[in-house]
């Protein structure tokens, strides 16, 4: 009989329980998670890892779930130097006399450099490892994701109007192009096109991004149906509901992701499953801008992807993923009137491999395999308040567990440890946040 061959590899995870996503439904317990360089090189028993693998690092994780890093579908990541100030307001009050305003007041390469890194700060420190993020100065967040080693899609916006970016939409393209020619098969950056929306970008643009999509592979990435107002507008000046009028020009498809579908019919719902585009559901955003609900047990049930976002948090007003997972599951009970409905590993799928599908990366990303690349993130469960454990997963959704994160890697390399961020510089962050905080604040009240 011969010994079996030891393999080495630079880090090894001992989970209490491990949630791998893929096979769904799943709870293992005592599994070990091995990483070498940027990819998971085995998921196996911890007896199993004791006999075959040597690492350089051991973590022994005796309290904590560990599953695949989050995936927040949509977000403008910078807004977060807005957050809490325009609260309780419907949102084209909320946009029109307060939000655009203020973007028009402030908003330059500086504050989206801060407002990004303090975005990623929290998205880091609640469990989320891949953003997307549709919001000016895209060139910029780029930069700033690729820097701290997060792994993003970066939209650049396109609209009818000028804005800080830029003076109308083919300035927008052209350097919406320069963007997907500059991180266009980068393994962390995936450049993307983010038409605003179908009232604010008219069709020759719209029809350039298509071209554009078909010529580079870049994702659109679209709010799409977040009003009532926005369907009945959109019918009465064109007779034509927005999804049926994109679905009509070919803008959707599978590399198409449509932000929120609150107000959606047989129609709609037909229109997505003869297209393959997938919704980015915004719970939180929704409810608090009184926009509506999006019915996800009906177009699970229809086979469409529905992933999850935060959007940003002008508008939410956090960036905790498994809050938004919460929320999601809860309003989806009630929409389905079926306490069924979203169950906490449905909930999970939507983070994670739901997410990456919509990417076009869930042979890669979205779950714990072999192979797979390593965004690995572990939860603490063992704080008072959640105990007992029946269900890591049903904890994970219900009980508010994104400040119990406690561990992240992203291709492998540790980005938060014991709790700590290893990336961004928090203290002169703070400072940089209060210095834009003044400077807005001032403004407000003037």
């Known amino acids: 009989m011969t010994a079996e061959t030891i393999v080495a590899v630079d880090t090894r995870i001992n989970a209490r329980w491990l949630i791998p996503i893929e096979p769904s439904g799943v709870v293992l317990d005592h599994q070990a998670v091995l990483l070498q360089g940027d990819r998971i090189a085995a998921v196996v028993d911890q007896e199993e890892a004791d006999r075959r693998y040597r690492a350089r690092e051991t973590l022994n994780l005796d309290t904590h779930v560990v599953m695949p890093g989050l995936i927040n579908m949509h977000g403008h990541a910078a807004m977060s130097l807005f957050r809490g100030l325009a609260d309780d307001l419907p949102l084209m009050v909320w946009l029109n006399e307060h939000i655009w305003p203020a973007e028009a007041g402030f908003v330059n390469a500086d504050f989206i450099a801060d407002g990004t890194r303090l975005a990623m700060a929290e998205m880091l420190r ?62 962390r950056i995936m450049p993307a096109i983010g038409p605003h929306a179908p009232y604010t970008v008219s069709d020759e643009p719209l029809e350039k991004a298509i071209r554009m999509a078909a010529e580079t592979g870049a994702r659109i990435q679209v709010h799409l149906h977040e009003t009532g107002f926005e369907v009945a507008d959109a019918l009465k000046k064109t007779g034509k509901r927005p999804v049926a009028r994109l679905a009509e020009m070919g803008l959707l498809g599978p590399g198409t992701q449509c932000v929120h579908m ?185």
């Open 126 to 187: 609640t469990g989320t490892t891949c953003f997307s993020d549709m919001y000016f100065f895209p060139e910029v967040v780029a930069q700033a994701a690729h820097d701290t080693g997060m792994r993003a899609q970066i939209c650049f916006p396109l609209m009818d109007m000028p804005t800080v970016w830029g003076a109308g939409p083919d300035e927008y393209l052209a350097k919406g192009q320069a963007l997907i020619d500059q991180w266009q098969g980068d393994p």
């Open 262 to 446: 609150t107000q959606i019919d047989d129609s709609d719902i037909r229109h997505l499953q003869d297209t393959g585009a997938h919704v980015v559901h915004c719970p939180e955003s929704n409810l608090k801008l009184a926009s509506g609900l999006c019915p996800t047990e009906r177009l699970k049930r229809a086979g469409v992807n529905v992933t999850i976002g935060t959007d940003g948090a002008a508008s939410n007003n956090d960036l905790d993923l498994f809050g938004e997972l919460k929320t999601a599951a809860l309003v989806a009970k009630v929409v389905a009137d079926d306490a069924s409905a979203l169950s906490a590993h449905d909930a999970l799928a939507m983070a994670t491999i739901q997410g990456a599908r919509a990417l076009g990366r869930d042979h890669e990303l979205g779950s714990l395999e072999a192979g797979k690349l390593a965004d690995v993130i572990a939860i603490d469960l063992s704080d008072p308040y959640i105990q007992p454990i029946y269900d890591p997963a049903s904890h994970l959704v219900y009980s508010n567990p994104g400040r119990q994160v406690t561990h992240s890697w992203i291709a492998g390399i540790p980005q938060v440890q014991e709790g700590r961020l290893t990336r961004i510089d928090v203290p002169d962050l703070m400072l940089r946040v209060a210095s834009w905080s003044d400077r807005i604040r001032v403004k407000a009240s003037g």
